[in-house]
């Protein structure tokens, strides 16, 4: 009798230890080859790249989804902006570029005409232009919020940000954003293993079949990792266990959390003022802005023409005043640094990307919420449960062996 309490006494602080072992390192396994490693290692076809990583673009465009269908819209963000504040930001520094474009101006059109002339006409010629270049400024701005969802494509952007060589940025979105859930995994795998190390503490005192070992290993890998996933998001709401335990999934039950480390993340590294600057000045939607600078540039210079005449009655050819434009032009692209510096800091207090996305986001039903970190999972959310069964079916050998070795 001694004997079978002091073998039972071994077996209950050997086997219940490596079957907590065995749920733990399969789930912290899996939650590692989530993210794990970020570049495809191994052998031809044979080998492992990180489920977010080997997907990032498929998760990049269901993040962009997330943020432009349901939380954010170009039209929307640009409708917060004060036009007449935007037309001060830009025309301030508009205005310092303004003596010498003009002088660039009537050189080309009549050289040393500029220098000859009294300086109250020089000073009033250049008040007449900050003028129009003040209302040039606004009407610029104006058209651009009229067609914000062609030139701000903000999908593109979020895609942009969170995959290829930004992949990194996804990895990091997804860890902070489901960190406790993440951990709560590997938590759990550690607690359920126990619970089944004390079955099959009964299990083998009673049968001594060493393949119990490894079968209880593959059983409690599968199921831990199984139960931990689901865990994780269901119930969606609360519910009452006897009337003395309330139970809710994890995620939704953190959403108002999640939401605002979303939107702080959102903010600060992808749609910020500096990003939304650089969509705006590159590619198509630069193209358009570029064509609406243009026209709205060659307005203003044709009616200041017209108008000037008096102040100035030189005579001013077609291809001076395309000369002038084109100068224009270079001069605004070369300001465009010092104008990006100033405007950013209102863009980030006028927009408040991050407050924006907090609140929809938590305010979202539920269901919709879940989808946010669901497909993380979901994708490979089989192959997860498989990998755990297969781990733990591997401890379970060696664990068998210990047993036997120990007999």
Do not use: C
Not at 221 to 244: C, D, K
Not at 257 to 264: F, T
Not at 335 to 353: C, F, G, N
């Amino acid at each position: 009798m001694t004997e079978l309490v002091g073998e039972l006494g071994i077996l209950f602080l050997t086997i219940p230890t490596v079957t907590a072992l065995i749920g733990w390192l399969t789930n912290w396994a899996a939650v590692k080859m989530i993210f794990s490693p970020e570049k495809f290692v191994g052998i031809g076809p044979i080998g492992w790249q990180g489920i977010l990583p080997r997907n990032s673009r498929g998760f990049a465009k269901s993040v962009a989804r997330t943020l432009t269908g349901n939380l954010l819209s170009a039209r929307d963000l640009a409708g917060r902006l004060d036009p007449v504040k935007m037309e001060a930001l830009f025309g301030k520094g508009l205005d310092q570029e303004l003596p010498g474009i003009v002088r660039s101006a009537a050189e080309e059109f009549r050289p040393g005409a500029w220098e000859r002339l009294p300086e109250p006409v020089r000073a009033q010629i250049l008040a007449q232009l900050k003028i129009e270049v003040q209302k040039t400024a606004k009407d610029i701005f104006l058209r651009l919020q009229g067609v914000s969802d062609e030139i701000l494509d903000l999908k593109s952007l979020v895609v942009r940000e969170l995959s290829g060589e930004n992949t990194g940025k996804l990895v990091r979105l997804f860890q902070q954003i489901g960190s406790r859930e993440l951990r709560f995994i590997e938590y759990y795998g550690g607690i359920f293993g126990l619970l089944i190390g004390v079955v099959q503490v009964f299990a083998w005192s009673a049968f001594q079949i060493w393949w119990l070992m490894p079968v209880v290993g593959v059983f409690t890998g599968l199921v831990t990792n199984y139960l931990a996933l689901h865990m994780i998001f269901r119930p969606l709401e609360p519910i009452s266990i006897l009337g003395v335990v309330s139970v809710q999934g994890l995620f939704p039950k953190r959403q108002a959390e999640i939401a605002a480390d979303y939107g702080r993340i959102a903010a600060d590294e992808i749609i910020t003022p500096e990003n939304l600057i650089r969509l705006v000045a590159e590619g198509e939607g630069g193209q358009r802005i570029a064509g609406i600078v243009v026209q709205a540039v060659h307005e203003a210079i044709d009616d200041v023409h017209d108008r000037g005449k008096a102040l100035l009655p030189i005579a001013v050819t077609e291809a001076q005043i395309e000369h002038v434009k084109l100068t224009l032009v270079t001069r605004l692209a070369e300001a465009v640094p010092t104008l990006r510096e100033r405007a950013t800091s209102y863009l980030q207090q006028k927009l408040d990307i991050a407050k924006t996305v907090e609140g929809r986001l938590a305010g979202m039903p539920k269901l919709e919420f879940e989808r946010i970190l669901r497909g993380l999972f979901e994708r490979d959310e089989m192959l997860l449960v498989i990998i755990g069964g297969v781990l733990g079916g591997v401890v379970g050998l060696l664990q068998a062996a210990l047993v036997a070795a120990s007999s």
